[in-house]
Every structure is written in structure tokens, then in C-alpha cells.
């Protein structure tokens, strides 16, 4: 797709539940090679909309495309082989594996080869965990974590279980990474590590999307914030130019616009 097309737009989304409308006429976009932030207060729409990009919600009215592509109505699992894949905000994990486990494990779903292949150890197969270990081996240097890559994962670290998290949202190679609340819970040591790796892995051609409450991390993080309000976008732009909207000063302190 040419990269003038947004990597991804959300155009007239609507999500309502019960009556009340979590989502409002959302309309956005991303464009390729960027790190774009999401922050707003409690209620303003963040999670729905994002549930309802990567497929965990359907959407009541609106568009959602990836890459050119129209992905409103697929399941999670379509979209994200299609490229957009979601990191949750409760790190999803398999503890009693090691780190390498859990990175090839996140990879298999994508493989192309099927169970019968698997069983018989035939060549493509062989080919695709070969290149699901080198990926893996990629990443797991890139989070900084190689000491621990043959460690079940239970013995890290809940900072350290966000970055295998993200390693393994990376492992199919997506076109974007949607990451919910990826600081959340963290110290503000891990947090700085987290910061570093994102930059690092953008700085290797990943895309990202960070929903986060931490506005300092997505100030200092991101080249471009989309700020919600009431289930609707209030403004988008770089960090200086939303730090300064009176509007949003306003949403988050409550300082009079």
C-alpha cells in the first residue's frame, strides 16, 4: 500500500450499550512509521474504541481500515492477521513457560502450516519455527531480558511481563501494536526501560498505538496525541501543541477553558 494512505483510520465510529454512547462519531487516523498516543480521562472512550479496532467489539456505525483495507467487520483473530495486533492492559502471559516459550507460542497462530505439518516435522514447518526462533532471538535482545530467555516467566518481574508481552505482540511482524496501558502498575525505572524499547523498536520500522493514562510517558513518548472526551476526539497534534489546549487542561485538571 502506498504510504501516503493512513495505516490505519477510524471514520464515524459509534459504539452504544444500553442507550448510552461509550463511542461518538470517532474519527482518526494513523499514519505509518509513528508512534501516536491516545490519553483521556475515565470514560472517554479509549478502551471501546480500541476494542472495537481490534475486533473485541463490533461497532455500531462507522469504518475502520487498515492499510487501505476495510477490517470493521472482522473477528480479533482476522484482524490480526491482517497486521493489528492488541497488547491488553492485565499482561497476558503464559507463566509456567519460559520467555522463548511464550515468544514462539505468540508466533504459531500465524504460521502457515497446519497441525498435520507440525506432526510430521514437515519442511515448511521447519522453516517457519526457524524463522519464529530468529525473530524471538531478535526480540528478546531488543526488550533486554536475554539472561532470562530460558526462565519460566513467572519469576519476572510484572515491568518485565509487560515487555514479553510486547515481544510477543511483535513476534508475527504486524503492521502496527496497539498497546494498552503499557506502563500501568510499572515503577518509574521499569517505565523508563519500556520508554527505551519502544524507541528502539520504532527506530526499527515498528508502528505503534500507546492508550495510556500515564500522559507524562505519552508526552515524552509519542510524535503525535489524539485526546478523547466523552467518547468523542477533542483534538489530535504534536505533544506541545495538546499540552497547551486550554480544553484539555480543562478535561484533566478542570481549569477553566
Not at 482518526?28 to 509513528?34: E, K, L, P, R, W
Not at 515503577?187 to 493514562?213: K, Y
Amino acid at each position: 500500500m502506498n504510504s501516503a494512505t493512513p495505516l490505519l483510520e477510524v471514520e464515524g465510529l459509534r459504539k452504544s450499550f444500553a442507550g448510552v454512547h461509550a463511542v461518538d462519531n470517532m474519527s482518526f487516523s494513523v499514519a505509518h512509521n509513528t508512534i501516536t498516543g491516545v490519553i483521556g480521562p475515565n470514560g472517554s472512550g479509549k478502551s471501546t474504541t480500541i476494542d472495537c479496532i481490534s475486533g473485541f467489539q463490533r461497532p455500531n456505525a462507522g469504518r475502520i481500515r487498515l492499510d487501505g483495507r476495510d477490517i470493521t467487520r472482522l473477528t480479533p483473530q482476522k484482524i490480526a492477521k491482517a497486521g493489528l495486533i492488541r497488547t491488553f492492559q492485565t499482561v497476558h502471559i503464559y507463566e509456567a513457560m519460559t520467555l522463548r516459550e511464550n515468544l514462539l507460542q505468540a508466533a504459531r497462530p500465524f504460521q502457515a502450516s497446519g497441525w498435520v505439518a507440525d506432526f510430521l516435522r514437515l519442511p515448511g514447518m521447519r522453516r517457519e519455527v526457524d524463522a519464529a526462533m530468529v525473530r524471538a532471538d531478535e526480540l528478546v535482545d531488543m526488550i533486554g531480558l536475554r539472561k532470562y530467555y530460558d526462565a519460566p516467566t513467572r519469576i519476572l518481574s510484572y515491568g518485565q511481563k509487560k515487555l514479553v508481552a510486547l515481544a510477543a505482540g511483535l513476534m508475527p511482524k504486524p503492521r502496527l501494536l496497539v498497546l494498552d496501558e503499557p506502563v500501568a502498575g510499572v515503577n518509574p525505572t521499569r517505565i523508563r526501560e519500556i520508554e527505551e524499547v519502544i524507541l528502539n523498536l520504532h527506530a526499527a520500522g515498528e508502528s505503534f498505538i500507546i492508550v495510556e493514562h500515564n500522559v507524562e510517558f505519552v508526552m515524552r513518548l509519542c510524535e503525535r496525541v489524539i485526546v478523547f472526551v466523552g467518547g468523542s476526539k477533542m483534538t489530535e497534534g504534536d505533544p506541545k501543541s495538546v499540552q497547551q489546549d486550554a480544553r484539555v487542561l480543562e478535561a484533566y485538571l478542570g481549569i477553566p477553558a
